[in-house]
C-alpha cells in the first residue's frame, strides 16, 4: 500500500486553517482527511477539559483554559496537562497510521511548543509531508475570534508569535485578505510539482543537532 500525503496545517487560533482545510477538500480531486486537534480536544472526557482548573485537577491535567495578565493585557492561554500531552502524542501517530494505510490527510493544529513539533517530525518519519504556515494578521485574527461563539478573548493573542517560532515552512499563506479557496488553490499547486516537500526533513537535522550539542 502507497502511504497517503499529508498537507500539515500551522497557524493561530482563528487563522483559517478550518475553513483552509475544508476548502481544500472541496478543490483536490483526490479524498483527503481533515484531522484536527480541535476533534481529539473534544473527545476528551468533560471533565478534562478545564476552564482555569487548579493543579492537580482533571481539567488542569487534560486541556486547561486559563486566563492570565501580561502586562496590562488579559489574555487566554491553553495549556496541556500530562493526559493532554498523552492525547496529542497519541493524535500523532495516529495520524502516521492513518497515513500509512493510503490515506491523504490534512492536518489542522497549532505547535504551542516547540516539543510539538519535534514530536510530529519523529511521528511522520518516511511519509510525505507538505508544512504550511498559516498567517493572519493579529486584527483580522482578533475580530474573527470576537465573532466566534465559545472562543476566549485573548486567546489567539496568547500563542499569535510562539507557534511559528521554531517553523521551517514549505509554503506559507496569509489568510487575511485572501480568499479560502484562492489559499487552497495556491496549495493544490505545489502539490502537482514534483518537487518533494523538504520542511521537515531540514527540521530532523536540526533537531539532531540541538540534541548533540545538549549532550
Known sequence: MKPGRIILLN????AGKTTLAIALQQLLPDP????ALDQFRDGLAGRYRGLNSPPGTPGARGLNVVPVDRGEQRVTDVRFGDIGERMLKGMRRAIAAFAREGNNVIIDDLMFETSYLSDYVEALAGLWVLFVGVRCSLEVVNAREAGRPGRFPGTATSHFDRIHEACVYDLEIDTSST???ECARIIAARLETDHSPTAFERLRHAFKGNSAEDQ
Not at 11 to 14: C, E, I, P, V
Not at 32 to 35: D, F, M, S, T, V
Open 32 to 35: 483527503w482527511q481533515h484531522i
Open 11 to 14: 497557524g493561530s487560533s482563528s
Open 179 to 181: 480568499s479560502p479557496l
